[in-house]
């Protein structure tokens, strides 16, 4: 149903969804940036739509909301765990087509790979997606080259232009709020980008064989093994358990599920000190064949969505996109 409204009653309707919903979108965080004086664009709670930053890319991607970056599972004492108290209110996410493309990749690793992990579904289940369009491509994206720059997952489309709000719902329960006093129905479509700058290609024939390829030293010495590329990635889904035992009673403390991340130090590492992956070559190779090999083997489709956030937050300038196309010249060569 596609209708358009004021942008003070759009946010009328938002004060009546926040009874319901947390309502959570990209906006620019004054100061926050990584250099000083710099700005970050992040996810955080809205009140207005106004709030919400439709003409730049976030920095982060809105996977944290259903995958916080620290997730308490459990307390537990001497004779008892219990589990935290669950949130009541549903979720309500702005974000772009790519990173509904994301959250499919994450439904794969956590609800479809043999067993349903309860703390990321009990949070999934609470989702409703309001798509943001794209008319013009970002700095570094590749989304057309990996298929996430479309989609149709989504409950509800909006776009501002001048003082309105333009909008396309999907989803009864949201269109029982807008059905009061909409003004009128007409077509709205979700404006999506059809070419990248960046142009991403995966050859067919690619194999292990490439483990091997000289391709990978150069990134022993370039990359610093800090993991921001797989900490601002909307589909690295890794993770580390930690236990805190609390001050006050060293028998007594709360399960941590916390970000980790393939290129960190010690991610691989085993008990007795033996690490796979020392070298940060092989974590780059470890990385890179996952996103557009590993992961489509299994599934069929690949893991990367080519949002570009990993080459826009690398301070190492390192380019994933551009360490993909190397992968051609490498095949031509082993073949």
């Not at 020392?278 to 299994?298: A, L, T």
Request: hydrophobic letters at 30%.
């Amino acid at each position: 149903m596609g209708f358009k409204l004021k942008i003070e009653k759009f946010d009328e309707y938002l004060y009546e969804l926040r009874d319901k919903y947390k309502i959570y979108a990209p906006v620019i965080i004054k100061g926050k940036g990584t250099f000083a004086n710099t700005d970050t664009i992040r996810y955080e709670e809205i009140n207005s739509i106004k709030q919400v930053e439709f003409d730049m890319k976030s920095t982060f991607s809105p996977k944290e909301i259903i995958l916080p970056i620290t997730q308490t599972l459990f307390y537990f004492t001497e004779n008892e765990c219990m589990e935290p108290k669950q949130e009541e209110k549903k979720i309500m996410i702005f974000l772009r087509s790519c990173d509904i493309h994301a959250m499919k990749r994450l439904d794969e690793v956590y609800l479809k790979n043999g067993n349903e992990d309860c703390y990321y579904k009990d949070l999934r289940d609470k989702v409703k997606f309001v798509l943001m369009g794209c008319n013009e491509s970002f700095e570094n994206c590749f989304c057309v080259s990996m298929g996430s720059n479309k989609t149709e997952d989504y409950d509800m489309y909006t776009k501002i232009e001048d003082d309105e709000v333009f909008v396309d719902c999907k989803s009864e329960e949201l269109m029982n709020y807008f059905n009061k006093d909409k003004e009128c129905t007409l077509v709205v479509e979700p404006e999506y980008v059809s070419s990248n700058v960046i142009k991403v290609t995966i050859p067919e024939n690619l194999d292990q064989r490439v483990f091997k390829s000289k391709m990978w030293d150069e990134y022993s010495q370039r990359c610093i093994a800090c993991g921001r590329c797989n900490f601002v990635c909307g589909t690295c889904s890794c993770f580390t358990m930690q236990d805190i035992f609390y001050k006050e009673n060293k028998n007594a403390g709360e399960r941590r599920r916390v970000w980790s991340a393939c290129h960190v130090d010690g991610f691989s590492d085993m008990a007795g000190g033996h690490g796979f992956r020392k070298d940060k070559k092989d974590r780059m190779r470890f990385k890179i064949m996952h996103k557009v090999y590993d992961f489509k083997k299994r599934v069929g489709y690949h893991m990367c969505i080519g949002c570009g956030r990993c080459d826009d937050i690398c301070p190492e300038y390192i380019s994933f996109s551009s360490c993909v196309n190397k992968l051609n010249k490498v095949m031509e060569e082993v073949d």
